[in-house]
């Protein structure tokens, strides 16, 4: 007996949704499994035509007085391990995720890192910044604007604002988005 088109249709369609909520609940998951740390990031335009209002995230952070840069950049696509303190701090490279942990770094994640020189007010130092695969956070129009105005103002001294990329690293080292905090303020990814 063979089903008529429409029924086809309506089983194929249905068998897709099951499939799209199935990837929504595996992620919500790993996302709460994760360890939860909070990465510095700058201030990057938060509007594009096609995908609507977000936050680029571009997670920098200062090197401390003394600590080198990495050897070489990576892109995230290259395969490369990160480490990094409890609290978020980056301190090594390398190929692999056993190389990455020990000393202060308690924290491995899969990225790439490229080192620079940049001003901190009235001082220049190096400062990395790492891409993990997590470089966009959207909301709606009000909520994007309010945050792009957050992290373009810059305090007398010449400091930017707080603001933190919240990312969960579940055991298979990838980072998941799970929201922004600037200024004090949190805001949460979330599905619904």
């Not at 952070?61 to 978020?88: E, I, M, N, V």
């Not at 400062?127 to 810059?154: K, N, P, S």
């Amino acid at each position: 007996m063979r089903l008529a088109l429409s029924w086809r249709i309506l089983i194929v369609a249905a068998g897709l949704i099951v499939v799209l909520v199935g990837l929504v609940i595996s992620e919500s998951r790993a996302r709460a499994r994760g360890r939860e740390v909070a990465l510095p990031m700058e201030a990057v335009d938060p509007r594009d035509l096609l995908t609507g209002h977000y936050v680029a995230l571009r997670l920098t952070q200062r090197l401390p007085a003394g600590q080198p840069c990495p050897d070489a950049p990576s892109a995230y696509a290259a395969g490369k391990w990160l480490g990094l303190t409890g609290q978020g701090r980056f301190v090594r490279a390398a190929d692999t995720r056993a190389a990455v942990l020990g000393g202060e770094a308690a924290l491995a994640v899969r990225g790439g890192v490229y080192c620079s020189r940049m001003a901190f007010g009235d001082r220049e130092g190096n400062a990395v910044t790492l891409d993990m695969g997590v470089d966009r956070f959207h909301a709606d129009q009000d909520e994007a604007e309010r945050i792009e105005r957050a992290l373009r103002a810059r305090r007398t001294d010449g400091s930017a604002p707080s603001a933190f990329a919240v990312v969960s690293v579940g055991a298979d080292g990838r980072a998941r988005l799970k929201g922004v905090i600037v200024d004090g303020r949190r805001t949460d990814l979330t599905w619904f």
